[in-house]
């Protein structure tokens, strides 16, 4: 398996990777700073999964979305946000997302999310 | 900013300090019994710091956390898992109380009823600069002995 973790916090990026492990992940991660990073990183390596940032510079989270599925790539993407509110999740849901896990996050958290698309 | 935000509904406990300790405990300190509200005056801060993110929308503010440098220094640590007497960088302490704020101040957004977009995260050695706003809530934390100020200000 291999995920591609979008986050213009270098901070969370570790705490993303640290907690991925922590709920059981041994997968093989690429990082990405920003969103027009992801994009392009994501374009390259056709991840099977992009966790992402909502609010990033460059490009959002919810744009980044929008534009891995207008190239016709078919790349799952869950965002891992600090706006959890019903709103967002709405539009995560809405715009295609996979999930959305809000910050501060733990691994039972991350298990719970991410495990029932792993089936 | 705050005065939408419906404190009955968390049975009288302060919506900032359970969202400060939702934080803490699952990102920096596993201890629960780590962070508590700070007794007594606040001294002078060595070394102040800033951190803040601001919400637009029709009631716009401000979450802005303020401690001493050597206290961002040691939150750093807790959230990269860093040793004790472990370096740390002046790119990571910015990036990491940023990330502080931002994940409070997105917290926050979701009491909010109608909220606008968040702004991503500014760090600084001195208070935000502009018009003085209005503090609407203020919540002083005691982390391991270390002063953490989280408070709220009204941008109408």
């Known amino acids: 398996m291999r995920v591609l973790v979008a986050d213009d916090s270098r901070v969370m990026r570790q705490i993303v990777i640290r907690t991925l492990r922590q709920a059981g992940y041994d997968w093989e991660v690429t990082e990405a700073a920003d969103g027009a990073s992801a994009l392009e990183i994501a374009m390259e390596m056709d991840p099977d999964l992009i966790l992402s940032d909502w609010n990033m510079p460059e490009l959002t989270g919810i744009e980044l979305l929008r534009r891995v599925q207008a190239s016709g790539m078919e790349i799952p993407l869950g965002f891992v946000t600090s706006e959890g509110s019903t709103q967002m999740r709405e539009a995560a849901e809405a715009a295609g997302a996979l999930f959305l896990i809000a910050k501060p996050f733990t691994p039972e958290a991350f298990r719970d999310t991410i495990d029932p698309f792993l089936a | ?156």
């Open chain 2, 1 to 156: 900013m705050s005065a939408s935000i419906d404190l009955a509904a968390f049975a009288g406990t302060d919506p900032i300090l359970t969202l400060a300790r939702e934080v803490f405990s699952a990102m920096i300190d596993p201890d629960p019994a780590a962070l508590r509200p700070w007794t007594g005056d606040v001294p002078a801060l060595v070394e102040a710091t800033y951190a803040w993110v601001d919400l637009g929308g029709e009631t716009p503010g401000r979450v802005l956390l303020t401690t001493e440098r050597a206290t961002a220094t040691r939150l750093t640590r807790g959230l990269l898992g860093l040793a004790d007497d472990e370096p740390v960088e002046d790119a990571d302490l910015v990036d990491a109380f940023g990330e502080i704020a931002n994940v409070l101040g997105g917290n926050v957004k979701s009491l909010v009823p109608d909220p606008g977009a968040l702004t991503l995260p500014t760090v600084a050695a001195t208070s935000p600069a502009g018009p003085v706003p209005d503090l609407l809530h203020e919540v002083r934390l005691d982390w391991r002995g270390d002063v953490l100020v989280i408070a709220l200000w009204s941008l109408s």
